[in-house]
């Protein structure tokens, strides 16, 4: 990590509570680290935003398990993109619906095509999307 940089901002007073309220709720111990994780999340949002970037996602999806042939259906999908999903996990939620939890891993315009080719099989009643940075050069 770098050297410390201290800088000051201004801000309304109402947007400023607002904020203070928000890092109650949080739980963070200062402005400080609030702030950082803002940026962070930014500089996130923005890599990711690029559709040659290297990313790590996590594609979610709650399916019934007895719609005919679905269950296959995403295995054979899953086994087609073997080389970038890197785990999954699978859990039942009651009788009839489960819970995938796929871990992908590779350039965003390839993690959000798996994505949708995983949401948009029939029989799939919900799906999910969430990319993150694999970490590098972010500090």
């Keep these: 990590m770098g050297n410390t940089v ?7 007073e109402k947007l400023l ?6 890092i109650e709720e949080k ?5 400080s680290e609030a702030i ?7 500089l996130v949002e923005n890599r990711v935003a690029s559709e040659d970037a290297e990313v790590v996602g996590t594609v979610t999806l709650v399916y019934n398990h ?3 042939d679905l269950s296959d259906k ?3 999908h899953q086994h ?3 080389d970038q999903i890197i785990s999954a ?3 039942h939620l009651d009788a009839h619906n489960c819970l995938e939890v796929l871990v992908v891993r590779g350039p965003t315009r390839d993690v959000k095509r798996i994505a949708d080719e995983l949401i948009g099989v029939k029989g799939v009643k919900h799906g999910k999307l969430v990319m993150t940075t694999t970490g590098e050069g972010l500090h």
């Design 6 to 12: 201290r800088f000051g901002i201004s801000l309304d």
């Design 80 to 82: 087609a993109h073997h």
């Design 74 to 76: 995403l295995t054979e």
């Design 36 to 42: 950082r994780d803002l940026i962070r999340a930014s």
């Design 27 to 31: 739980r963070y111990m200062n402005r």
């Design 89 to 91: 996990l699978h859990i």
């Design 17 to 22: 509570e607002s904020f203070d309220e928000l």
């Design 66 to 68: 007895h719609v005919r």
